[in-house]
């Protein structure tokens, strides 16, 4: 069970990794509240909004696929 759902994940993991460059493009890179900070030299980017709602899409599905 703990190896199809390894498996799973990673598969998905790849499939989101094709899918970036059209995330991007709809602005999905760019939420209002990711943190930008840009220096001189260097930048930093988090994406924090992304992240928060990539974590509730992953809870839904495994929520639903637990019933």
């Known amino acids: 069970m703990v190896q199809k759902l390894l498996i799973i994940i990673g598969l998905l993991f790849i499939f989101i990794g094709f899918l970036y460059p059209f995330f991007k493009d709809i602005g999905f890179g760019k939420l209002p509240g990711d943190i930008v900070i840009k220096k001189e030299n260097s930048s930093f980017y988090f994406p ?18 637990k019933k």
């Open 48 to 65: 924090i909004v992304a992240c928060i709602i990539v974590s509730v899409v992953i809870s839904l599905i495994l929520f639903f696929l």
